[in-house]
């Protein structure tokens, strides 16, 4: 790694590598070749050395890579061998599922806080995890390590929760609300935009239709 | 559009825009600059340029884009100028989440059938709509329009659920399942791999924790 620059787009494709791995691991494969692994993710072979190789490798001639090892490595590049601490704000629905969800799949990505401004919320549970008001932030965060704070508010008020996160230290936005958020450089943010990815789907289902002479 | 080839990056660009818009319109701008548009979303004017010549320009020298005719233009280009009608497999947590979040905000996008195989969601409502057994779902799709199936169900059910809903014609998949999803070349997936999103963040973070020197 050390200064070497990695492509976005290689970066973008290490998790599905682990996802593949994960799979694999759980059915109790020792070892893969990268055509083998070619053939599950479709994507070819040397496209999977490349990538790796920008690694370091990982891969022996004639023996393929190590599952549990991959799995280790390309789980120490993107930083997930250690236990990441997230707060959430805004515990709607979206919040709600999202808080469930990381509970119950993470294993290394744990929600530590949950807050809302709905006085009707405060004070709840989801979880197990008590849900308190959204002034109580900067004083949690003052006591707490957070790695990263979840936003699932609407979108008129994401960029002043942002910037009072920023402003406690907090480096790492998961986003999903409907804007952009504007951040410092030394803040990073990863956004699920659900809408987005809705217009892409119906965007390529029209392209498929009129390929096949059924569109509009 | 026609026959020509539109990049991937610039189709992937567009519902960015469209929030954009969507933005300005509700704001009451009547028109907009590319310079301005530029500021806005921290790209440049010429890629704004280039990425709307794409589709056939809309934009006049001196005078800038008219916002309401552009908001419309893009929405025709990605398809979202009709409604959708969508079904739903999977109601757990983030299936309700997902329903609730699509009924609540989304005028074009409708969820017209909620299904799952657990009897004892069988016949309760989310956002006022029933849920269903999987087994309806054959009979349900011969006598409704359906163009997006949405699947919120376990990774090991995925690829089955959707082998049975392509078989009854539906052409375009909306996957929140950890896997990818195998279909033929006239059925489009479009994915939300949430820990995929999450592990680029944790990858970005400790990057930037790298650069400023506080790095493992």
Same mark, same amino acid.
């Given at each position: 790694m050390d200064d070497k620059e990695i492509s976005k787009a290689v970066v973008r494709r290490m998790p599905r590598y682990y996802r593949y791995l994960e799979e694999l691991k759980s059915r109790g494969v020792e070892r893969i070749s990268s055509s083998e692994l070619s053939d599950m993710m479709h994507v070819t072979a040397s496209q999977i050395r490349q990538d790796l190789n920008n690694f370091g490798g990982f891969g022996q001639q004639g023996?393929?890579?190590n599952v549990d090892f991959l799995y280790d490595e390309i789980g120490k590049i993107l930083g997930i061998s250690s236990i990441h601490t997230m707060i959430l704000v805004g515990v709607g629905n979206l919040g709600h599922a999202i808080t469930n969800y990381i509970k119950f799949s993470?294993? @290394?990505?744990? @929600? @530590?806080g949950l807050f809302d401004v709905n006085p009707a919320l405060i004070g709840q549970t989801v979880s197990g995890e008590k849900i308190q008001h959204y002034d109580e932030i900067p004083k949690f965060l003052e006591t707490h390590n957070v790695d990263i704070a979840i936003l699932t508010i609407p979108k008129d008020d994401a960029q002043k929760v942002c910037d009072d996160i920023v402003k406690c230290g907090v480096k790492a936005f998961w986003n999903f609300t409907h804007i952009d958020l504007n951040v410092p450089k030394d803040v990073v943010v990863e956004n699920v935009h659900l809408f987005d990815s809705l217009m892409l789907l119906s965007y390529h289902r029209e392209e498929v239709l009129r390929e096949s002479g059924n569109g509009s």
């Open positions: 023996y393929g890579y993470a294993k @290394i990505f744990k @929600i @530590i």
